[in-house]
């Protein structure tokens, strides 16, 4: 079993930051993927972006260049760094992980989630 711990959401003016941290506890995760997705009211849940042990790294395109995932192995703690944030941006934000080899992956892919955390962006 793997436990996934969200924090850092909150509510951010549009360009504004914010960086989200995953910690993660359990089984060793050098096998696991682990990403980002969001959910916005009324929305299905979508992908965001993946770091692979490997330090890979693969974003969906709305998150390119604005936002960066990371990871800290020591502290087995994921994290996602958010700039120039919109409104659309608004979502609450799942920490997941899996041991597919996708780079970009489905909801359905993923083995664990964390409980989430609200990022909202007022204009």
């Known amino acids: 079993q793997v436990q996934l711990v969200e924090s850092g959401g909150g509510l951010v003016q549009a360009g504004g930051s914010l960086r989200l941290s995953c910690a993660a506890s359990g089984r060793t995760l050098r096998s696991y993927a682990m990403r980002w997705f969001r959910q916005a009211p009324g929305k299905e849940r979508e992908f965001v972006a993946t770091?692979?042990?490997?330090?890979?790294?693969y974003y969906a395109t709305s998150a390119k260049g604005r936002f960066t995932i990371s990871r800290d192995k020591a502290k087995n703690t994921v994290y996602l760094q958010m700039n120039s944030l919109k409104p659309e941006d608004t979502a609450v934000y799942y920490c997941?992980?899996?041991?597919?080899?996708?780079?970009?992956?489905?909801?359905?892919?993923?083995?664990?989630w964390g409980q989430g955390t609200q990022v909202t962006v007022s204009s």
């Open positions: 770091i692979k042990w490997t330090g890979d790294t």
């Open positions: 997941a992980a899996d041991e597919t080899v996708f780079g970009i992956a489905t909801p359905r892919d993923v083995d664990y």
